[in-house]
């Protein structure tokens, strides 16, 4: 393995994403609606309404919760519950669509505009170049992912601190979710960009179809909010761990597909 | 001087299509081997299968002793490729363009900025250097993507059609080019091209291909000599020849007088090398010689000639 190819390869992918509108608007959007947006909404409303009907709030709190919960003001409890726990796997999707859109670049955006075969006839290996385009989807997701939670940290205690009176964000469950899950799941949204490249010749049929993925981050959603899934660390770990699996698995076959001779004879 | 690439009953199927078919051929190093066909006769395809792009279905090819087969990795770094079509990163400048490849190839950091710069001046693209690769002419990016061949310095060139699209000035530059770097540097050029003018100029030889196959494969002089046996030397006179010229000539083997038009005589020789011999034959029967115009037969007579045989 180059270091200096992979590293050249990953800068140069990057270099085209910027100039790409869907990526570098739809990940803009994304980023304001959920680190500010939503929270400052959120908050905001609780701060004029003063407060909800304990009753239907209570009935969402999951038994694990109803200790912690219990202590907390009718007014504090929604403020907690959305922005603290059920917010959290929707946070799963920012770092999901931007690997899903720079691997949709950088694997079926070559094919598109014709460069691949340059590339292909350069001194690169197979395993170094799939390692940049991999490289180069994933990291910067997760960086956006953390940079989205560093802003939705500030706003969050910011824009409760009327209702809440102390720094209470981030809640434990948010570290394994940052740290753990969302690498995992910007390597998944990446792996499946690459199986489909494989399928498909134009960046926005790739990004259409990674844009399923987002389906299973809702799917988790849903679950967390019906109460079926609450996610504690230890689950988080899990999830994670099975995630990470899962990537592997399609990394894997990633590599099956990523090779010199299938690429030319697709081209 | 060594052989740059060799290779062995090289074969490469897709599925029903035989795109190579059993080719053994060779390229001396320094030589500028010109690759000839018509369109899907194969040529592309053996650019890819010589850098390891695909692999052989069966057969085997070497690239400075560097088997395709074992070792693409380092067959692609010896050698620089002018692809058919110029696949630039059209978003990125022609700078950018040139970094990024440049780095691929290992050029040194240190030396990459000067590299750069070298090499568009070179090609005649340094003023328009910072602009995307996508505002470039056809012509332009041609340039460009020749520069990206060349930026490395490799020894041995592919150009695919290097000439197809540019106006008759910038063809004549790149021609210009790869004569260049082939007398001045040493470097090996294999062309592929459907200009056969161009190819007999460039050319030490040439190899032509039909559906795969190599019918052919020498110097336009070779060839020439395996298609017809015999040439035509056209000869002017001072004065009309001496009446005995026609039996002087026809008694020396492999030599013929074929038609006298007042002071212009037409001969014909088995070989080039006995055009001399007909001159000094002519001259001791007293004929005094005034021009003498071998009628060598072009390269594009040859390729249709072989693509007639090819055919029946
Ligand atoms: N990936 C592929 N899949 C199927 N067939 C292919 C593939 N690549 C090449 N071929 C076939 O192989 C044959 C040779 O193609 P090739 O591109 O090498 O021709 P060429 O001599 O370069 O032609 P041209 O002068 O038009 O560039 C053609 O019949 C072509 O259809
Ligand atoms: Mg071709």
């Known amino acids: 393995m180059n270091w200096r190819r992979i590293r050249a390869i990953a800068e140069k992918d990057l270099d085209e994403v910027r100039k790409n509108r869907i990526a570098v608007v739809s990940s803009t959007i994304l980023a304001v609606v959920f680190s500010i947006i939503l929270p400052v909404i959120m908050t905001q409303a609780m701060v004029l309404e003063g407060g909800t009907s304990s009753d239907n709030i209570t009935s969402l709190i999951p038994p694990a919760l109803q200790e912690e919960m219990g202590s907390l003001t009718s007014q504090q409890q929604p403020v907690v519950l959305f922005l603290g726990y059920l917010l959290a796997p929707l946070f799963l999707i920012l770092p999901l669509i931007l690997a899903s859109v720079i691997a949709a670049e950088a694997f079926v955006g070559e094919k598109e505009r014709k460069t691949l075969e340059a590339l292909l006839h350069t001194p690169a290996t197979d395993a170094e170049m799939f390692t940049a385009k991999v490289v180069a989807s994933a990291v910067p997701a997760v960086l956006y992912a953390w940079g989205n939670f560093v802003v939705y940290t500030v706003v969050v205690n910011v824009a409760s601190y009327p209702i809440m009176q102390r720094i209470w964000f981030p809640t434990p469950i948010w570290l394994p979710i940052m740290f753990w899950i969302v690498p995992a799941i910007a390597l998944m949204g990446t792996a499946a960009t690459v199986l489909i490249s494989s399928k498909v010749s134009t960046f926005m049929e790739a990004y259409q179809a990674s844009g399923g993925l987002v389906v299973v981050v809702l799917g988790l959603l849903v679950a967390q909010i019906s109460g079926i899934l609450f996610l504690s660390p230890l689950i988080a770990i899990v999830v994670g761990s099975f995630l990470f699996a899962a990537d592997a698995f399609l990394i894997w076959f990633g590599i099956e597909v990523f090779s010199r001779e299938r690429l030319v004879t697709r081209m | ?251 020396i083997p492999g030599l013929s007088m074929v038609t006298v038009e007042g002071t212009r005589i037409e001969v014909r020789v088995n070989t080039r090398e006995q055009v001399p011999e007909a001159v000094s034959a002519i001259v001791g029967a007293g004929g005094q010689v005034l021009r003498v115009v071998p009628r060598e037969h072009t390269l594009e007579e040859i390729y249709f000639a072989l693509q007639k045989e090819e055919r029946s």
């Open chain 2, 1 to 251: 001087m060594g052989v740059a690439v060799a290779t062995e009953g090289l074969t490469r199927t897709f599925g029903a299509v035989t795109a190579v078919d059993h080719i053994t051929f060779h390229i001396e190093e320094g030589e500028v081997f010109g690759l000839l066909g018509p369109n899907g006769a194969g040529k592309t395809t053996m650019v890819r299968l010589l850098n390891a792009l695909i692999l052989p279905t069966s057969g085997s090819a070497t690239v400075f002793g560097k088997s395709v087969l074992q070792q693409g990795d380092s067959v692609r770094s010896m050698t620089g490729v002018l692809t058919e079509s110029p696949n630039l990163y059209e978003r990125l400048s022609a700078r950018r363009n040139l970094t990024f490849f440049g780095r691929l190839y290992g050029v040194p950091e240190a030396d990459l900025k000067s590299r750069v710069d070298r090499t568009l001046t070179w090609l005649g693209l340094a003023d328009r250097a910072d602009d995307l690769a996508g505002t470039f002419s056809k012509g332009m990016k041609q340039r460009l993507a020749l520069a990206r061949a060349l930026l490395h310095d490799p020894p041995l060139l592919f150009l695919d059609e290097p000439t197809s699209g540019l106006d008759p000035s910038a063809a004549r530059e790149v021609d210009t080019l790869i004569a260049e770097l082939s007398r001045e540097r040493g470097r090996t050029v294999l062309l592929c091209t459907h200009n056969l003018v161009e190819a007999q100029r460039l050319c030490d030889r040439v190899g032509v291909l039909a559906n795969g196959r190599m019918i052919a494969c020498g110097s336009v002089q070779e060839l020439a000599q395996r298609l017809w046996s015999s040439m035509a030397v056209e000869i002017d006179l001072l004065v009309p020849p001496p009446p005995d010229l026609g039996e002087i000539l026809g008694a």
